[in-house]
């Protein structure tokens, strides 16, 4: 087992276990928020014929059309209906937006360019051969790779596969993650809160997290710092692909997670990571389970969460890695310095054409609040001296507490 290592090191150590898990077919209505698990290749050209993307008149134009011409209408096509008439020279078809383009037509010029008399229709403003016609196969191909496995199927994505006649798609199965927190310090949301304890709020953050993460999660009562009560909830979830534990992952006399995790013969790979807050995190497998234990105080829990546990997921349920990091300016100050490298929650602000991180929040490892509203983990190096207003920083993106959008 590794101790006090880097983040860089820890996420080696958890990428050499990482599998995804099994695949299985799905209707498309059921697909959102799924991934890919087998690339879907398109069954017809999209649109499937020549179509009109306006209203107007379908006709034969020629590059020697005089500047107005007087046509005849011989048919209407509404979107829906096929024309089952070829347009002659001399002749044109009202079609509307979505219709398919008539035999004999070449190009569709607008309805506002156009004055009607009758069955004659006046062109003020003709347009060249093939205008206005959006063709048959222009926007996708029959038989072109439409979507690559390993794509999150997000709203869109399953609205083109819906307009393709998709009926079923391949996908990863849904992580299955047990999560439980553990302290003696714990009460129950809708119990009396004594004197010394503390409602569990840590069941209810990363449940939500996960959930997001499109997880199928299993939460374990809160157990107290006993050991035998650990090792038997932690054994009634050994179905799981991973276990998420909190508290008790320190240095004190209560802090049992890892004789826990030892005693369900889990293998412990790293204790501590080199960054804070969230440094008493540890992390365990067996067989091909993974056990995170993180830190009992919130804003370190959810953090050591963003770090290294969403990524892990987003990876073990087919997702490419893509956990960029970029450069931002800091829109304040924040003054403490130490030894051991730091995370800033902070609010990402744009200023011409620059981001800039906005720190102005509670940074200590226990305030949950200060989680609500950032956008941003901002990376402090160790030994770096107090964070200057102005300075340039790496940092990465994490999903926004308390917006809509």
Request: proline content about 7%; some cysteine.
């Amino acid at each position: 087992m590794e101790t006090m290592i880097s983040l860089e090191r820890a996420w080696e150590i958890i990428s050499e276990k990482i599998h995804t898990p099994e695949t299985e077919e799905i209707p498309l209505q059921e697909s959102y928020h799924r991934v890919l698990a087998k690339s879907v290749i398109s069954p017809i050209a999209m649109p499937p014929f020549d179509r009109s993307p306006l209203d107007g008149y379908a006709y034969a134009a020629s590059n020697s059309d005089p500047a107005s011409l007087s046509l005849h209408m011989v048919s209407e096509i509404p979107a829906g209906t096929y024309p089952d008439r070829e347009l002659k020279p001399g002749e044109c078809a009202k079609i509307f937006t979505g219709a398919p383009i008539p035999v004999g037509a070449n190009c569709v010029v607008r309805m506002e360019d156009t004055e009607p008399q009758g069955n004659l229709i006046q062109i003020r403003r003709p347009v060249s051969p093939g205008s206005n016609i959006v063709h048959q196969g222009e926007e996708i191909q029959e038989d072109e790779v439409v979507l690559v496995a390993e794509t999150l199927l997000t709203p869109s994505t399953v609205g083109l596969l819906a307009a393709l006649g998709v009926e079923k798609v391949t996908v990863y199965r849904r992580l299955r993650i047990g999560l439980l927190s553990t302290g003696s310090e714990l009460r129950e949301v809708g119990q009396p809160l004594s004197p010394g304890k503390i409602y569990n709020s840590n069941t209810y953050t990363l449940r939500g997290m996960l959930i997001e993460c499109g997880c199928e999660v299993e939460a374990a009562s809160f157990v107290p710092d006993r050991l035998p009560e650990m090792i038997e909830t932690l054994s009634g979830l050994q179905d799981m692909d991973a276990i998420i534990t909190t508290g008790g992952a320190s240095v004190g006399e209560y802090d049992l997670i890892r004789k826990a995790l030892s005693g369900i013969g889990c293998e412990l790979l790293f204790w501590k990571v080199n960054f804070k807050p969230g440094t008493p995190a540890a992390l365990g497998i067996k067989g091909k389970q993974f056990y995170f234990a993180l830190s009992g105080n919130p804003a370190a829990a959810m953090i050591t969460y963003e770090l290294l546990v969403r990524p892990a997921l987003k990876r073990m349920s087919g997702l490419k890695d893509n956990e960029a990091v970029f450069p931002v300016k800091m829109a304040g100050r924040f003054g403490k310095s130490g030894r051991q490298r730091r995370f800033l929650r902070a609010r990402a602000i744009f200023r011409d054409g620059e981001i800039w991180a906005d720190p102005d929040y509670a940074q200590g490892s226990g305030i949950l609040r200060s989680m609500i509203g950032c956008n941003l983990l901002v990376d402090v190096p160790g030994g770096h001296g107090p964070v200057e207003k102005g300075e340039i920083l790496l940092a990465r993106w994490i999903p926004a507490e308390g917006e809509i959008g």
